[in-house]
Each structure stands twice: as structure tokens, then as C-alpha cells.
């Protein structure tokens, strides 16, 4: 799977769960409509988990709005592992 420099750097960011708001601070691209595009696609690519907290616990969830992403956490899936390993 082929991915664009600005998806690598965000799964490298995403080693940890990590909000929103810590990626794109992060990230070399500071537009937050950039950022949320690229996570989207990640997501739907299986590339990237997302977790909410509840209960003092981050819990995967299946489903995410991205109006919502100032609220979840993402982590780097094994998936997304393995294709920035190769």
C-alpha cells in the first residue's frame, strides 16, 4: 500500500494513542482540516484505531465522526505498522 509522506508522518506520530489536537501540533502540515482528512483516510484504511475515553480507560470504538476527533485518541494499528515497515 502506497502512502503520501504527510500519511507516514502522521502513523509515525501514533505510536501511543494521541489526540487530535497533539497531532496536529505535531505535524509538519498545520492546516486541521488537512490533518483531519489524512486520519479519515487512515482510518478507513484500517491504518489507525480510534479510543474515547470513558471511565478513566481509553475504549476502541468502531464508528467516528470527524466533527468528534477534538474528543477521541488514535493509535497506529498493526496494520499500519507493517506498511510503514516496508
Do not use: W
Not at 508522518?9 to 498545520?30: A, M, R, T, W, Y
Amino acid at each position: 500500500m502506497e502512502l503520501d509522506e504527510l500519511s507516514k508522518e502522521i502513523l509515525g506520530l501514533l505510536v501511543f494513542e494521541e489526540s487530535f489536537v497533539h497531532i496536529c501540533e505535531e505535524c509538519s502540515i498545520k492546516d486541521k482540516n488537512i490533518v483531519s482528512d489524512v486520519l479519515r483516510v487512515l482510518i478507513v484504511r484500517d491504518l489507525v484505531r480510534v479510543f474515547e475515553e470513558r471511565d478513566d480507560k481509553l475504549v476502541a470504538v468502531n464508528y467516528v465522526e470527524p466533527d468528534e476527533y477534538k474528543n477521541q485518541f488514535f493509535r497506529i494499528s498493526a496494520k499500519g505498522l507493517k506498511t510503514i515497515s516496508l
